[in-house]
């Protein structure tokens, strides 16, 4: 099995960094800490939404469409003019938005996670150009990572509570959801995920300090290393699409756990040889 080893980009020390995606700019989310951040070149730059953010997509329009805490909504490229999207609403108290984003419909996708353990069960959310808002994925433990196959034919889904990676069939025409089945089982927590070119999945490892990458028929060839345990997010990037950043979390580290990772919650990158897709983009 190959093995990588990944190199340092941002000193970003966020506290859960997630969903990053490339634009000609780096963009991503400090989920707790409620930021969007974008590094431009060197120019390392960020907003505050007010409340925790899930995730953060392109629209074609030119500005952003989020996941906040509880509700869908759009803002400015800058974050400004920040409103909600749709009357879709989630109880606040109990789950948050976590990972999404936009399909190749012109769609965007969001799930839920709990805020404690014992919390209900969540659920993964499409939300249309109109602003309607539908489940198409219920009884989820705790929503994570997804990306579709450039067919528009398989749509592959990360439950983190399960410890794996499952894969739908699509209706290529307008990405209804068919027969799911269990793609790979990673013995850990999956988080955030993404293809490459060659059909492989590339899936973060929460608390293993490892990016894994998996064949189309579930078998793991490639895996990264990095110097810090809570590895989130992946997305291919850079001129070519054929740098993958990775994203990190130093969530209720010690500070004993800082001192011994003081890398947590920074930004990463290797090149692996294989290139990735662009981000797909909400149609709203």
Known sequence: ???????????????????????GR??????????VHTLDGDRHTWFEVGDPVGTVGLTRGGGLVLALVDRFA???DDGRNLRPLGALRVDRSTVRFNDG???????????TMPWHDDGPRCALYRLRPDGVAAEIVGDVGLSNGMDWTPDRRLFYYADSAS????????????GTLGARRRFVTVGGVPDGLTLDADGCVWVAIWGSGELRRYTPAGEQDTVVRLPVS??????????????????????DFTAADLEAQPQAGDIFACTPGVTGFPPHRFNG
């Open 230 to 251: 809570q590895v989130t997010s992946v997305a291919f990037g850079g001129a070519d699409l054929g740098t993958l950043f990775i994203t990190s979390a130093r969530e």
């Open 74 to 76: 759009l803002a400015d």
């Open 26 to 35: 780096l963009r991503w989310v400090d989920i707790l800490g409620g930021r």
């Open 101 to 111: 984003k936009p399909d190749p419909w012109g769609n965007f996708c969001a799930g």
């Open 163 to 174: 410890g794996a990676v499952d894969v739908f069939d699509t209706d290529p025409d307008d």
């Open 1 to 23: 099995m190959r093995e990588i080893t990944a190199d340092h980009v941002l000193a970003s020390q966020c506290e859960l960094a997630e969903g990053p995606l490339w634009d």
